[in-house]
């Protein structure tokens, strides 16, 4: 849509669909969160999950992958709707609940929504540090996705592939995660390369990013990067958020040592990493406000409420890395452009993010009015 919220823009996705090519449309968050809904749904606020998990239908696109749908039964107004899923089954969608689900369908040419099984985050696939060899990857979907759209399909096809939650760990300031959260984009962008290779006159790759978050620098005053430090970051902000609320509602008694042994084993400070003694009482400080007072117990960011003491020592153990951060938010600072393939030369210079999707229709001979 336009700024006002009134007028709808048609997207490089529609322009493929309308030349006969497929579609797939996929992320590491949720289907209807708003980077993946800007390619198939019009509508006036990012906010409106179930209109844009509905507006599926009408794209009539062939694969959407993701965690799950945020708001399935309940209007932008908060009034109880049919649940999205037997509305898309009816239009010819095969809704499919984890990895097994999609290796267990006979016709891999069908319409598709591939998702978390059920009992799996909602909001988005885990977060590539905390994943277990079972759960559904963003590289699971994107080999699906490759997969179901090139099978039985003389046409060519457009995919956008979205790792949604390097943004989200950006937000929290949290350099080990962002980095474990790109080496798993970098794995799917790895299946799109291999594609490429097998079709590299009939295939153009773009990546790049619709913004940078939170003012990443590499080096904070020191000129010696530690980001070894990082690597001893087991989980999460958000798991590590998880594992100290636990213990302070499993254990009333917990101590302060208890506290500095759980952020020793989940992020090497105390253990591997010497900290300063400003740091120490500064986490102490933290444990006796939250473990004893019951006080300033959450940090909020945009897309987490975490513990204070888990972004407290994930924020020392950035500082001793090396890592800087300076905002929890959105920056100004410039996205790389990285392209191969068939008109790949396109982007070999400084552009306006609204030139990106001219130059991909430029290179396909899609229409964008
Ligand atoms: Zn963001």
Known sequence: MDSTGTVPYKSIAYAAKQKGK?????????????????????????????????????SNFDFFGGSNFLKPETTFDHKKAPSLFPILEKAGYKVLKGKDAYAQ???????????????????ALKYAIDQKPSDLKLADITSAAITSLHQDNTNGFFLMIEGGKIDWACHANDAATTIQEVLDFNTSAQLAYDFYKKFPNETLIVVTADHETGGLGVG??????????????KISH???????????KNNPNATWDDLKNLIAAQTGLFSKITIHETDRSALEAAYQKSFVDHQNETAKS??????????????????????????????????????????SEQFNQ?????????KIATAAKLSLD
Do not use: C
């Open 22 to 58: 497929k579609v797939g449309i996929i992320t590491s968050v949720s289907i209807d969160h708003a980077t993946r809904a800007s390619f198939y749904a019009h509508q006036a606020d990012r906010d409106m999950y179930y209109e844009i998990g509905k507006e599926i239908v009408t």
């Open 105 to 123: 369908l006979p016709n891999k040419s069908d319409k598709i929504i591939l998702m978390n099984s059920d009992g799996g985050p909602i909001d």
């Open 220 to 233: 904070n005053g020191s000129s010696s990067l530690k980001t070894k430090f990082l690597s001893h970051q």
């Open 238 to 248: 958000a798991e590590l958020s998880n594992a100290i609320g636990n213990l302070r």
């Open 302 to 343: 945009l897309y987490a409420s975490d513990d204070k003491i888990a972004a407290l020592s994930i924020s020392i153990l950035n500082r001793m890395g090396s890592i800087s951060w300076a905002s929890n938010n959105h920056s100004a600072a410039y996205a790389p452009v990285y392209a191969i393939g068939v008109g």
């Open 350 to 358: 400084k552009m306006d993010n609204t030139d990106i999707p001219k």
